[in-house]
C-alpha cells in the first residue's frame, strides 16, 4: 500500500535520553515535514527537506535535528536539548503538485517520564 | 503575530444540522492557499478541501464547501448535513507564496467538533 509509515506509535524514554521516530514514505514525494502537537494546539514546523541531502530549519528546530539520506525516509531525533519533548509528532510529505496539500502519516506519541 | 485565527475550541451540532467552522486568517502575501484537515481520535491527518487566494469561487468537495471572504481573511469552512463521523478536531491552515514544493503549512489551534445524534 502506497502511504507514509510512522514508528514506534507510542515511545516512552527517560529525560536526558536521545530518540529517534522513523519516517518512511514509498509515494516518490520529494519533499517531507516533521509537526509537533502539543494538546490544544495547532501543528508546529520542525524541520523539512525539499530534497535528499538537504533540509532546513522550522518554527521549533531547537533541541531536534533530522536527516535526509534517501528520499523515502526523514527520521527525527530528539534530543536531550530538547525542553519539552513529550508531544505527538506528525510527519508529512508533499508533491509540489496541484494544490500542494500534505498527506500526512499517523504520528508517534512521545512521552518522557 | 497569529497567521491563523480559530476561535471557536468546541462545538456540538446535532446530527444532520449543517455547521461553519471559523478561520481568519493574516498575510501580506497576495499569494498564498488556505487548507482544512480533519483529526479524528486516532490522530491523522486528513486533507479536506482547499482554496487558492486567487481562485475566483469557493472550494467545494461534497459535503465540504469553503466559504472564502478574501477582504474579510476569512475562510470558513462549512460541513452540510452532519453525520457522526463528522466529529473530529478541524484544523485550518495556509501556505503563503505559491512556491510549490515548499509547502510550509501554519496550522491554527483547531475546533473540536462533537456531532450530537
Known amino acids: 500500500d502506497g502511504g507514509i509509515t510512522q514508528s514506534p506509535k507510542y515511545l516512552f524514554r527517560k529525560e536526558g535520553q536521545n530518540v529517534t521516530l522513523s519516517c518512511e514514505q514509498n509515494l516518490n514525494h520529494d519533499a517531507m515535514y516533521w509537526y509537533r502537537q502539543d494538546p490544544g494546539q495547532g501543528l508546529r514546523l520542525i524541520y523539512y527537506s525539499q530534497i535528499v541531502n538537504d533540509f532546513q530549519k522550522g518554527d521549533i528546530a531547537e533541541g531536534y535535528s533530522v536527516s535526509r539520506e534517501k528520499k523515502e525516509s526523514f527520521p527525527l531525533t530528539v534530543t536531550s536539548a530538547q525542553k519539552n519533548p513529550t508531544a505527538f509528532y506528525l510527519c508529512a510529505t508533499s508533491t509540489g503538485a496541484n494544490t500542494g496539500e500534505l498527506f500526512f502519516g499517523e504520528g508517534s506519541r512521545l512521552t518522557v517520564l | 503575530a497569529q497567521k491563523i485565527t480559530q476561535t471557536q475550541p468546541g462545538m456540538f451540532v446535532q446530527e444532520k444540522e449543517a455547521v461553519t467552522l471559523d478561520c481568519t486568517y493574516d498575510?501580506?502575501?497576495?499569494?498564498?492557499?488556505l487548507f482544512w484537515y480533519k483529526q479524528p481520535s486516532s490522530g491523522e491527518m486528513i486533507f479536506l478541501i482547499y482554496q487558492g487566494s486567487y481562485d475566483q469561487q469557493n472550494a467545494t468537495e461534497g459535503r465540504y464547501s469553503l466559504n472564502f471572504q478574501k477582504a474579510r481573511k476569512s475562510a470558513n469552512l462549512v460541513i452540510s448535513a452532519s453525520q457522526l463521523g463528522d466529529s473530529a478536531m478541524y484544523f485550518c491552515?495556509?501556505?503563503?507564496?505559491?512556491?510549490?514544493?515548499?509547502?510550509?503549512?501554519?496550522f491554527g489551534t483547531g475546533t473540536r467538533l462533537t456531532i450530537i445524534p
Open positions: 491552515a495556509m501556505r503563503e507564496g505559491l512556491n510549490f514544493g515548499n509547502e510550509k503549512l501554519t
Open positions: 498575510t501580506s502575501d497576495p499569494s498564498y492557499g
